[in-house]
């Protein structure tokens, strides 16, 4: 295991989770994955990079990608002995093994993909999930996802509980609840860079923490 901290970022849609991350990554000078993850992933077990985007976030149990896909197992797939497995399960497996290879490698920023789950014995691994009001996340889906006004709640919540089913069907953790990861933050209370700051101050005081151990 490397030295160093690997972030990974839950979110809300419509919070600016993703922007966090990136603005994270560029503040610190390390990698940043979210969409890179699946091209990666397909690169490295030879298959279809769009069969990795159709299933990207999205959990087997979903009637619509079941019958959108089918349930079969892939060529190949017991190499990854996931070959009993649905189509889009063995694609997760995939995509988890190129995440852990990518924390092996040292710090970086993973947006979403239950990286937290998939990570979780690992010690220099830090949870993060940004969260904001229907309204403010409205506000800026309109404003920078160019999404129309009367449609842009329900698209929020939509893709929340697309995120939200592919989390709790995957690990055995609630998506969105605090208790769930290290650190939970408004991003309408404190803006983009306000996130960014309170989880590079968080970091230093949890690995101070580690270092010295309890006080009490």
Not at 137 to 153: F, I, M, N, P
Not at 156 to 184: I, V
Request: aromatic share 12%; net charge neutral; with cysteine.
């Amino acid at each position: 295991m490397s030295e160093g901290t690997v972030y990974t970022i839950g979110r809300q849609y419509g919070s600016g989770g993703r922007y966090v991350g990136r603005k994270l990554a560029d503040k610190l000078g390390i990698p940043f994955y979210d969409k890179e993850l699946v091209a990666m992933a397909a690169k490295e077990s030879g298959l279809s990079e769009a069969l990795f985007q159709n299933a990207d976030e999205k959990a087997s149990s979903s009637l619509f990608y079941s019958l959108a896909v089918g349930s079969y197992p892939l060529t190949g797939g017991a190499a990854f002995g996931a070959a009993e497995m649905p189509l889009n399960d063995q694609l997760f497996l995939i995509v988890s093994q190129t995440i852990k290879k990518l924390a092996d490698e040292g710090s970086c920023v993973i947006i979403g993909r239950c990286a937290d789950y998939i990570l979780r014995e690992r010690k220099d691994m830090l949870s993060v999930f940004i969260h904001a009001p229907i309204e403010a996340r409205v506000e800026r889906a309109v404003k920078y996802y160019k999404l129309e006004g009367s449609k842009a709640a329900e698209i929020c919540l939509r893709n929340d509980k697309k995120r939200a089913n592919f989390y709790n069907y995957y690990s055995d953790k609630k998506w969105g609840m605090c208790r769930t990861y290290d650190l939970s933050l408004d991003s309408s209370k404190l803006g983009i860079d306000g996130c960014v700051d309170q989880i590079i101050s968080f970091e230093k005081t949890w690995k101070g923490y580690l270092e010295k151990g309890p006080s009490d």
